[in-house]
């Protein structure tokens, strides 16, 4: 019973997840965040280095933030398939 909460807790999360990722507001945050810094790394003095590299930075932890929700769907469609597989042997 307690696999059984584990999955359907990962299901609820993976929902939850799915909800922020396709928020529309959400969605024009990672956008406009994404559009800065690659605005900013174009617009970079050549010399720059330093900037441009903490700009990369802020890219990859966009990028992992998001991750982190496609990671939890991801989790949820496998535990959704596992209860499925669980209900179908009850029967």
Known sequence: MSEERDLQNKVQRADH??????????QEALIGMRETVYHNIRTSHFKD????EDLYKMLKTVDSFE????????????????????LKLRK
């Open 49 to 52: 280095v330093a900037e441009r």
């Open 17 to 26: 997840a799915q909800r922020i990722l396709t928020d529309t507001l959400v």
């Open 67 to 86: 991750r982190q929700f496609t990671d939890a769907v991801n989790g949820g469609k496998k535990a959704r398939s596992l209860l499925k597989d669980i």
